[in-house]
């Protein structure tokens, strides 16, 4: 069984720029999650999606980050404009129902100079 | 506001030997709990979990344990091996109209010696 996939791996970009990250989660998997981790910090959630639709997004600075699962499977977010505290790396899961085993992704590392 | 504290950043064990990693929580609304192990460079891989109901549950050479009383849980690792050198995460969920999202742990890194 495929894992969950992230792209790209590594983006380095400078502030006020915008920048995208792409998942695909497990095949099946109708929740998805994207978290960010701070270095020294653990995940925190961003947004989470029940197939296409949004479950909770409270914790998403909406001045800037938007997400989108357009047909329930794969999934991108945006940051626009990039601030230098949004350095982290953006994880993104899938589980198949609940939180139980949530399987993550190997992340996207977005540095902003 | 830290709702899920894991107070030692990192603990070196000898291997062989038996690793307790310690977790405290102070959100009441938590049901589930989860232990995550990462590698540099990889995400997190899901490890053992527990619900609210129980106070133990096993998984090979893996036991978590929950006080529930206390709001702390602990996650025993017997014996210790090479590979078991990682950073843990412990990590929490409250039921709340299907947003499940976890509420992490700032992670130990435990290293195990030879």
């Known amino acids: 069984e495929a894992g969950v996939a992230q792209s790209p791996r590594y983006k380095i970009i400078e502030k006020r720029q915008s920048v995208a990250f792409w998942c695909n989660p497990i095949s099946g998997h109708a929740t998805l999650y994207w978290y960010q981790q701070i270095l020294g910090q653990g995940p925190k959630l961003l947004i989470q999606f029940q197939n296409n639709g949004v479950v909770d997004d409270s914790q998403l600075p909406k001045d800037r980050f938007s997400a989108e699962r357009l047909k329930g499977v794969d999934s991108t977010l945006k940051i626009q404009p990039a601030k230098l505290e949004d350095s982290a790396v953006y994880l993104c899961?899938?589980?198949?129902?609940?939180?139980?085993?949530?399987?993550f992704g190997p992340g996207t590392r977005l540095t902003v100079t | 506001d830290q709702q899920v504290k894991q107070n030692s950043p990192s603990l070196s064990v000898q291997e062989g030997r038996i690793s307790i990693l310690n977790c405290d929580y102070t959100n009441s609304m938590f049901d589930y709990f989860l232990w995550y192990k990462k590698y540099p460079a990889e995400g997190p891989t899901f490890l053992i979990s527990?619900?609210?109901?129980?106070d133990k549950n096993e998984d090979g050479r893996f036991t978590v344990f929950l006080n529930k009383s206390a709001k702390h849980l602990s996650l025993h690792i017997v014996p210790s091996q090479p590979g078991d050198s990682a950073v843990y995460f412990c990590?929490?969920?409250?039921?709340?109209?299907?947003?499940?999202?976890?509420?992490f742990g700032k992670g130990t890194h435990l290293i195990i010696q030879p």
């Open positions: 527990i619900s609210s109901i129980k």
């Open positions: 990590a929490a969920s409250a039921p709340g109209g299907g947003a499940d999202g976890l509420t």
């Open positions: 899961a899938s589980s198949l129902d609940g939180p139980y085993e949530q399987y």
